[in-house]
């Protein structure tokens, strides 16, 4: 009988810890239960240069409320998706992230031979001002090496903003 105290405070923790979408084993998209989730959101952190888990999640009364949708987690869960696996697979990717109430166009081309060989990034930003044209970024990045995915870092690099400079 003593065990189950300890039992209950365990059940609460995981319960309170379980993200959003998870499956009741804690399998996401990020991995197959709470451990690789949290594990791949700290590589994904890292990745993209952010400062902590408060990018995309919320925190109220003093707790990280994994299930509250915000616009970062939607924009991460289709640039997994949409973008990183759909590259990979197929070897191009197109996805328009709506961002601050504003549309991006972003796509990508993996040439794996000759001299460009590497991922090709185009990005159209919306214009600043009414009347004006968009802008549009592109960049060359290396293919990851032999055996390896990928990954958000492959592009980011440790910076959100990588193409912006922001």
Known sequence: MRW??????????TGAWTPLGADDDGRTIWGDDL????KAMKKVQRSLG?????HCHVKQDGKVKYEIETEHKEIARSMYYAF?????????????????????????VRKLKG????????????A????KEPTTLSRRIDLPGKDQPIECGTCHGGKLHFLTQE
């Open 4 to 13: 189950i105290p300890s039992l209950c405070l365990m059940l609460l923790i």
């Open 35 to 38: 451990r690789s989730t949290l």
């Open 50 to 54: 952010v400062k902590s888990c408060l």
């Open 115 to 126: 001299e460009d060989a590497g991922i090709h990034l185009r990005v159209v930003l919306p």
């Open 128 to 131: 600043k001002n009414k009347g």
């Open 84 to 108: 990183v696996d759909t590259l990979a697979n197929t070897g191009k990717a197109r996805l328009e992230v709506g961002h601050d109430s504003t549309s991006v166009l972003i796509s990508a």
